[in-house]
């Protein structure tokens, strides 16, 4: 192939978006390629976002890793930027008490009377055997636990607050996939290591829990970018993409500022957007619409965690992350924290206020709170993550074939329409998908 005079850079890869999997996919890239990064937000992170006001720091997303993450391998420079932290992380009950999470038999089964035992012993033997155990999360779920259980601890509760629909709707391979951790909860093998380890005082798994630093997301993954800078990588922000022409050899990427050319496309932006772009049919898959409370309490905060899930059977909230834990500030408050509430696709999203005033009444109901509690700011997110309905993989995977025929290389948990929980599986997956189909480009 020619490439003509006085004609753009043309870049062996463009990526569109900055988040976990397009940083790792331009580190495993940009040795042997040249690489440009584009991003719609003003800043790196993706939808790790973080905003501060009056001097408090509150995130979009959780703040907590693991030393032992796949990102930290990429990117060793964040590990050094992060800082070591205990955290302590708990759940409300079905029942109201504050408990151990995911689980806390105690709290949750200690108060069953004989009969209660007994139907529950039963109902755990039944799910084994049950005839739509493969079916759904909620046959899944009642497989590992039973009936009884799966209510008792909420799960059922917790799985509407995190999609929007019931968990009979969710995919099963899913949960088999994002649900180990309920195998291993209720696996005997996997209860004695941990009483072992609660006797002998030493640790069983790899690595330790740190936090990002202060200063924000934006500042922490620019750390990242300063290194891949270093290696060629070019970026570009607050620039979203119009337009993908894929008719000549070469890929043009429209946006506001400009054409950017390409010989391959990877999009980590959400599946129908891409699509969109390259005047594809949208699939119409629904995606969850996160609203983050950015709150402030002057007075006590009761369960004394840093992050606390919301397991009970009222309140529309999921996770509150107690930012002041972690970063310092100096106001007139005491504690300062995140309050995270899944909308999904078929209902409005309430005003911050009105979604405040909610909180309120129930943390209020809860006992969780002592003193006044302040709205301070609100963040609404689109697109957050996927509902990983029955039946949604076909369309799904039709889709990417589609953008695979235009060259279009799909990642990440909005790429691929895929419910990634974390960034460590986030980073394994871009470098799976691109050993796959990445293939070696002839030079301009």
């Avoid at 009969?115 to 529950?120: G, Q, V």
């Avoid at 891949?228 to 993409?241: E, K, P, Q």
Wanted: glycine share 8%; aromatic share 10%.
């Amino acid at each position: 192939m020619q490439c003509p005079e006085n004609a753009p850079e043309v870049y062996d890869y463009i990526i569109l978006g900055c988040g976990i999997s397009a940083l790792t996919a331009a580190k495993q890239l940009c040795e042997n390629h040249s690489v440009l990064v584009l991003e719609s937000y003003k800043d790196p992170g993706g939808n790790h976002q973080s905003h501060t006001i009056d001097g408090m720091e509150f995130d979009i997303g959780s703040i907590c890793f693991n030393t032992a993450d796949e990102q930290f391998r990429h990117f060793p420079e964040l590990l050094r930027e992060c800082v070591a932290k205990d955290v302590e992380v708990k759940k409300i009950c079905t029942n109201g008490a504050v408990g151990k999470y995911p689980f806390d038999w105690q709290v949750e089964a200690s108060s069953f009377n004989l009969l209660e035992r007994i139907s529950c012993i039963w109902s755990l033997l039944r799910g084994r055997f049950r005839a739509d155990r493969y079916d759904s999360a909620r046959g899944f779920a009642q497989s590992r636990i039973g009936d009884v259980l799966y209510r008792r601890v909420g799960l059922d509760l917790y799985i509407r607050r995190l999609f929007g629909v019931d968990a009979a709707r969710i995919d099963y391979d899913f949960a088999l996939k994002r649900m180990q951790w309920l195998s291993r909860e209720t696996s005997l093998r996997h209860r004695f290591r941990r009483s072992i380890k609660n006797r002998l005082t030493i640790s069983l798994t790899n690595g330790k829990t740190v936090v990002r630093p202060s200063g924000g997301f934006g500042l922490y993954y620019q750390k990242a970018l300063d290194g891949l800078r270093g290696h060629g990588v070019h970026f570009i922000f607050d620039n979203r993409a119009l337009k993908i022409e894929t008719s000549s050899p070469l890929m043009e990427i429209k946006t506001a500022t400009g054409t950017f050319l390409a010989k391959r496309l990877i999009s980590t932006i959400p599946l129908d957007e891409a699509s969109a772009l390259c005047d594809l049919p949208e699939t119409g898959l629904p995606t969850v619409t996160l609203l983050s409370l950015f709150v402030a309490l002057r007075g006590s905060w009761i369960p004394g965690c840093s992050v606390l899930y919301n397991f009970h059977t009222g309140g529309n909230w999921k996770r509150i992350t107690v930012h002041s834990d972690f970063y310092p500030y100096t106001n007139s408050y005491d504690k300062h924290f995140t309050v995270e509430i899944t909308v999904p696709p078929t209902v409005a999203a309430p005003t911050p206020e009105c979604a405040f005033s909610e909180l309120l009444a129930h943390l209020r109901q809860m006992n969780l709170i002592e003193g006044e509690l302040f709205l301070i700011g609100s963040s609404e997110l689109k697109n957050a993550y996927p509902i990983p309905e029955k039946g949604f993989k076909p369309r799904r995977d039709a889709a990417i074939a589609r953008l695979a025929s235009k060259g279009v290389i799909c990642l990440g948990r909005q790429g691929k329409f895929e419910y990634i929980p974390h960034s460590n599986i986030a980073a394994k997956e871009a470098i799976t998908v691109l050993n796959q189909m990445v293939k070696p480009i002839t030079a301009c």
